[in-house]
């Protein structure tokens, strides 16, 4: 007898209640293997492959890739016992819509864990999204993929030809047995626009479609597919994901912390001339040695000089917590949208491993692929405007933290040298402090500090 069992949404963070589908790498009828990896999720911190905790026989898909699903939403329907005789599958199955029972199984799901039963989230509707392949490769599904109308069953084996592929990454939304009742009538579900909340389509929408008398035109699928009026010539996007925990962090920070900003321009010939000769030298060979590697080093250096920079509020227990670490954050533009990864224990690194590090979570963040784990436990953060031809900024400082630096731009300006005024390398720096941890007698010798190390790298061996 095949034994069903349900794959909910698990908890890939610290207190995440929901997630977007980005894409699945299955379809029902695949076996699959214990930890293989199974759908692609975005989280309000990062981009997130789940692995399956069971063997078995993929039976059913229960949300598309453009939907967001609150934790502990079964996803996914297979049969782990994929020798027995298909037969139906248990009354009791949870429908796609209904957060699936906690189950002992789920707890090992290769470091996630389940949120905790009994919590309370908000309901929601779920908007149309039409996913563009920069966004999310791979995140359509097509026909073959579509849940059958009976939760649990098994695929029948010699199913009729499957529809033409989504159009434009467009999804239509729309539960199985609403997918079954147009598969029936012959009705094409991309041609639909629904009536229900957020864009789902309904049974009455299939019926009409098949009486003909629902006849969308192209401009109105047109505006579900992009978000794109014609009429307006205004495009609409959710706000989700990265984008949307990433504007409620800096909205808390902005009305939470008394952010001060300082500003400093050195003269960083110095530094450039020691890049040029590491660069050449057969330590640094293969390595990309950037001048944010110099002003990670720095930052590391000048904090254990004020150690107020790289300290936390903790308003909840009335208390300044100071650190003996430096979890340094590099914020990084992604295609997703700003995100923060750490450099753990940052201040125990060499330069040299601190420029691999660099490298190795810039290219990661570019990707797609940071994990939520590595957004986690930042001491301070620094971001690089410089990179956009930018010279300075007002950065937010990241909640948790007390201090973030940006640094700018490198221009050849004319600069004033022994009473001369020479052609110089110079930049930018600015300093943003939470006022209620750092004063602005360490805030300004922080960033003194950490220009004199610019300015001249050979003062480090004086810290």
């Known amino acids: 007898m095949p034994e069903y069992k349900q794959f909910p949404l698990s908890d890939t963070a610290e207190g995440l209640t929901e997630a977007d589908i980005l894409a699945w790498r299955v379809k029902p009828g695949d076996t699959v293997t214990v930890n293989q990896i199974v759908v692609e999720v975005e989280t309000a911190k990062a981009a997130v492959e789940l692995p399956i905790p069971w063997a078995g026989v993929v039976t059913e898909l229960h949300v598309e890739p ?190 939470t912390a008394p952010h001060v900003t300082e500003f400093l321009t050195i003269d960083v010939t110095p530094m450039m001339e020691l890049r040029e000769k590491l660069k050449k030298s057969r330590e640094f060979s293969g390595v990309k040695l950037t001048p944010l590697a110099f002003a990670a080093k720095a930052v590391c250096l000048a904090a254990k000089r004020t150690p107020d920079v790289n300290a936390v509020w903790d308003e909840a227990a009335q208390e300044i917590v100071y650190k003996d670490y430096v979890h340094l954050g590099i914020a990084a533009a992604t295609p997703r949208g700003l995100v923060v990864p750490k450099i753990r224990d940052a201040d125990s690194l060499s330069l040299k491993e601190l420029a691999v590090a660099l490298t190795e979570l810039t290219d990661v963040a570019r990707e797609g692929k940071t994990t939520p784990a590595a957004m986690l436990g930042g001491t301070f953060t620094i971001t690089n405007v410089g990179v956009f031809g930018v010279d300075t900024g007002t950065p937010i400082i990241n909640p948790g933290e007390s201090a973030i630096l940006a640094v700018g731009a490198i221009r050849d300006t004319a600069w004033v040298v022994d009473g001369e005024i020479k052609v110089r390398k110079v930049m930018q720096l600015s300093l943003s402090f939470d006022h209620r941890v750092v004063d602005g007698q360490q805030g300004s010798e922080f960033l003194a500090d950490v220009g004199a190390l610019l300015a001249d790298p050979a003062v480090a061996i004086t810290y």
């Open 66 to 255: 453009g939907q967001t699903v609150e934790v502990g939403t079964t996803i996914l329907t297979m049969d782990v016992d994929p020798g027995g005789k298909a037969a139906p599958a248990p009354a009791a199955a949870a429908s796609a819509a209904a957060p699936a029972p906690a189950e002992e199984e789920m707890k090992p799901l290769v470091g996630y864990g389940s949120k905790a039963a009994g919590t309370t989230r908000r309901a929601r509707k779920h908007p149309n999204v039409a996913l563009g392949a920069s966004h999310a490769p791979n995140a359509t599904l097509d026909a073959s993929h579509a849940p059958n109308a009976t939760l649990g069953q098994p695929p029948a084996p010699a199913a009729p030809a499957a529809p033409a592929a989504p159009r434009g990454g467009y999804v239509p939304l729309a539960k199985p047995p609403v997918r079954k009742l147009a598969k029936d009538l012959g009705v094409d579900l991309h041609s639909l626009t629904g009536s229900a909340d957020g864009g789902v389509i309904t049974r009455d929408d299939v019926h009409a479609a098949a009486n003909g008398s629902a006849a969308p035109t192209m401009s109105a699928v047109s505006t579900v597919e992009t978000g794109y009026d014609p009429a307006t010539r205004e495009r609409r996007v959710p706000i989700k994901g990265v984008r949307k925990a990433t504007a409620a962090a800096m909205v808390q920070s902005a009305y």
